[in-house]
């Protein structure tokens, strides 16, 4: 039996791994703390009958309130199945060009696998000394331009400004930034909309939403952006958004308040967790993110992360940089319980 000759080219994104037991899992960047209560409400008074028919297949009613919240239009708003799903739909859309795209060479490790599914031609630029994106780097002629703001794993944020001097430049291509991490205490680039037609900014419910369960992403541009992302999923899935996560993510972008909240406890968290790793010897890249980069001074990053995954705690070790471990922002419970798993393995 045969499968299709570009299946044995294809080399899939792992992604973090799923426990089989209980353990304290820091390694997908979830948020630890439950959505808005506005949902359970909405979820116990769900009436089941609504399941017999298709959703809206434009999504409406959550593209309106997306653009009312971002000052948008809703014609500017895209709706995806997790922004995996958005993200892939914009590199079949965008980036299929002569030209490479540029990426950092340390950024969300799923971008070179949608280069290598739609055959497009894709150039890494290192990162600086301290692992920021090297925004200067990418000043050579390329077909489109993609990193993470705040970039994964490193948690590096770069400001408005600087998004704005990039965009200066590049106004031909699609400048796509990922903004997944944007909420916890970075600047996001959704203003520049209006002056840049060429720039998409992706965004997800899964982490300061806290709605990783339910899938849903979203892409905010210009209308002739939006309208291509229209094309290309109505080519692929007329229904990627089912009738309750629609719902459920309605109530999760109205409850501003709520957002806010969840996420500045988990900024709060992190600061916290940044001083207690320094006190017992790490060095911890300053993050941006809900999670931190973090390098044990006096034991390998893989032999720490083997040694508190047998303790029940779960990070996430990257091949590609072997001297550190990512840890997501736990509840606050979790993070002391990790600080003492760590003075007890460095005992
Ligand atoms: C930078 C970045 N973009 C996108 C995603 C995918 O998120 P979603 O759950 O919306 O598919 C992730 C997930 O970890 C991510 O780190």
Same mark, same amino acid.
């Given at each position: 039996?045969?499968?299709?000759?570009?299946?044995?080219?294809?080399?899939?994104?792992?992604?973090?791994?799923?426990?089989?037991?209980?353990?304290?899992?820091?390694?997908?960047?979830?948020?630890?703390?439950?959505?808005?209560?506005?949902?359970?409400?909405?979820?116990?008074?769900?009436?089941?009958?609504?399941?017999?028919?298709?959703?809206?297949?434009?999504?409406?009613?959550?593209?309106?309130?997306?653009?009312?919240?971002?000052?948008?239009?809703?014609?500017?708003?895209?709706?995806?199945?997790?922004?995996?799903?958005?993200?892939?739909?914009?590199?079949?859309?965008?980036?299929?060009?002569?030209?490479?795209?540029?990426?950092?060479?340390?950024?969300?490790?799923?971008?070179?696998?949608?280069?290598?599914?739609?055959?497009?031609?894709?150039?890494?630029?290192?990162?600086?000394?301290?692992?920021?994106?090297?925004?200067?780097?990418?000043?050579?002629?390329?077909?489109?331009?993609?990193?993470?703001?705040?970039?994964?794993?490193?948690?590096? #944020? =770069?400001?408005? !400004?600087?998004?704005? /001097?990039? +965009?200066?430049?590049?106004?031909? $291509?699609?400048?796509? %930034?990922? @903004?997944?991490?944007?909420?916890?205490?970075?600047?996001?680039?959704?203003?520049?909309?209006?002056?840049?037609?060429?720039?998409?900014?992706?965004?997800?419910?899964?982490?300061?939403?806290?709605?990783?369960?339910?899938?849903?992403?979203?892409?905010?541009?210009?209308?002739?952006?939006?309208?291509?992302?229209?094309?290309?999923?109505?080519?692929?899935?007329?229904?990627?958004?089912?009738?309750?996560?629609?719902?459920? #993510? =309605?109530?999760? !972008?109205?409850?501003? /308040?709520? +957002?806010?909240?969840?996420?500045? $406890?988990?900024?709060? %968290?992190? @600061?916290?967790?940044?001083?207690?790793?320094?006190?017992?010897?790490?060095?911890?890249?300053?993050?941006?993110?809900?999670?931190?980069?973090?390098?044990?001074?006096?034991?390998?990053?893989?032999?720490?992360?083997?040694?508190?995954?047998?303790?029940?705690?779960?990070?996430?070790?990257?091949?590609?940089?072997?001297?550190?471990?990512?840890?997501?922002?736990?509840?606050?419970?979790?993070?002391?319980?990790?600080?003492?798993? =760590?003075?007890? !393995?460095?005992?």
């Amino acid at each position: 039996m045969r499968m299709s000759y570009k299946i044995n080219k294809l080399h899939p994104y792992t992604p973090g791994e799923q426990p089989y037991k209980k353990m304290i899992k820091l390694n997908t960047n979830e948020n630890p703390y439950p959505p808005t209560p506005k949902i359970n409400k909405l979820l116990k008074n769900f009436n089941y009958y609504k399941l017999r028919l298709y959703p809206d297949p434009t999504t409406s009613k959550l593209r309106k309130i997306i653009a009312k919240v971002y000052n948008v239009k809703s014609e500017q708003i895209f709706i995806g199945n997790g922004s995996d799903e958005v993200l892939a739909l914009a590199f079949m859309t965008f980036f299929c060009q002569k030209l490479p795209l540029l990426m950092p060479t340390i950024t969300y490790s799923f971008y070179p696998v949608y280069c290598k599914l739609y055959n497009i031609r894709y150039k890494t630029i290192p990162l600086q000394n301290k692992f920021e994106i090297n925004l200067k780097k990418m000043n050579i002629s390329n077909g489109g331009i993609i990193f993470a703001n705040p970039n994964t794993p490193t948690g590096h #944020a =770069i400001s408005y !400004i600087e998004v704005n /001097k990039l +965009l200066d430049i590049h106004n031909e $291509y699609v400048v796509l %930034i990922d @903004e997944a991490y944007i909420k916890f205490g970075s600047e996001s680039a959704i203003p520049l909309i209006k002056k840049y037609k060429n720039l998409l900014i992706v965004n997800t419910l899964s982490k300061a939403y806290s709605l990783a369960g339910i899938r849903i992403g979203f892409a905010i541009g210009s209308t002739y952006l939006i309208k291509g992302l229209e094309k290309v999923k109505n080519s692929f899935n007329s229904y990627p958004i089912d009738v309750i996560s629609e719902l459920i #993510a =309605i109530e999760a !972008i109205k409850d501003i /308040k709520y +957002l806010k909240k969840n996420c500045n $406890y988990i900024i709060y %968290i992190r @600061e916290t967790l940044s001083k207690q790793l320094k006190d017992v010897g790490f060095t911890v890249l300053p993050s941006k993110a809900n999670f931190m980069l973090v390098k044990p001074n006096n034991i390998s990053a893989k032999t720490m992360f083997i040694k508190l995954r047998n303790h029940g705690i779960l990070l996430r070790y990257f091949n590609n940089i072997k001297k550190y471990i990512r840890i997501s922002i736990g509840t606050i419970q979790q993070m002391n319980y990790l600080i003492e798993t =760590i003075k007890y !393995i460095l005992k």
